[in-house]
């Protein structure tokens, strides 16, 4: 099994939908991030969790919510979709103690139509 | 944290060693330079970092100047499967969040 796991992979909502993206993983690691990627660019912090009682706001999080279930378990929520959402959507774990390398899940392509 | 700049795009032939280049003239005294890799729509994986130290792993093998305004990525014997778009991050190791650039996108060629 994949150390971050991303579901669903793929995912093609309408407009105004409320839509949930989950994450889970099997690090044990406390920090967990989301992270959206527009095609040609780099990737974009959304919020980010240092534990589970601690979540915050990234570059871009408007539009955007998350919960953090779990110290496995970190949720990303689209309230009302709307069409420039459509990315791809990673999520992240980190560990300082262990050089503080990420691990990142496989991805969540989201189209709005 | 301080800002990389880096080529938007680098060719390098199969089994050569590729050498990717880093700016952060601003670096931090207590800041890590970080490098990671992207293939195709992965997920970015870790390469390595270091703070002012040489460091080399399994994969690759970080340079950082002197100064610390510069550094090098180099892939020993670079293989198709090294093609990617390669970050180069500084940051305060362990602390703050990783925050991406637009990357060198690295072309392994037979």
């Known amino acids: 099994d994949a150390d971050v796991t991303q579901t669903p992979r793929n995912r093609i909502t309408k407009t105004g939908k409320r839509i949930m993206l989950e994450c889970s993983q099997t690090?044990?690691?406390?920090?967990m991030y989301w992270y959206r990627q527009d095609p040609g660019l780099g990737l974009r912090l959304i919020y980010y969790?240092?534990?589970?009682?601690?979540?915050n706001k990234g570059e871009i999080s408007d539009g955007y919510s998350v919960s953090r279930q779990a110290q496995a378990k970190f949720s990303l929520s689209l309230e009302s979709a709307i069409p420039n959402q459509t990315a791809l959507y990673f999520c992240?774990?980190?560990?300082?103690?262990?050089?503080?390398?990420?691990?990142f899940g496989s991805g969540t392509r989201l189209t709005v139509v | 944290d301080a800002k990389t700049t880096q080529p938007p795009s680098m060719d390098c032939a199969e089994g050569r060693a590729a050498n990717l280049p880093c700016n952060h003239s601003?670096?931090?005294?207590?800041?890590?330079v970080y490098w990671y890799r992207q293939i195709h729509s992965q997920g970015p994986q870790y390469i390595i970092h270091?703070?002012?130290n040489n460091e080399t792993n399994e994969m690759a093998s970080l340079i950082i100047t002197e100064d610390r305004k510069s550094s090098t990525l180099i892939l020993p014997h670079a293989t198709l499967r090294d093609t990617a778009v390669y970050y180069c991050?500084?940051?305060?190791?362990?602390?703050?969040?990783?925050?991406f650039g637009a990357g060198t996108r690295l072309a392994v060629h037979p």
């Open positions: 690090k044990g690691h406390d920090r």
């Open positions: 270091g703070l002012k």
């Open positions: 991050i500084v940051r305060v190791g362990g602390y703050n969040k990783l925050i």
């Open positions: 601003t670096i931090s005294g207590n800041e890590y």
């Open positions: 992240a774990t980190s560990d300082p103690g262990q050089g503080d390398g990420y691990t």
């Open positions: 969790s240092f534990d589970v009682k601690d979540i």
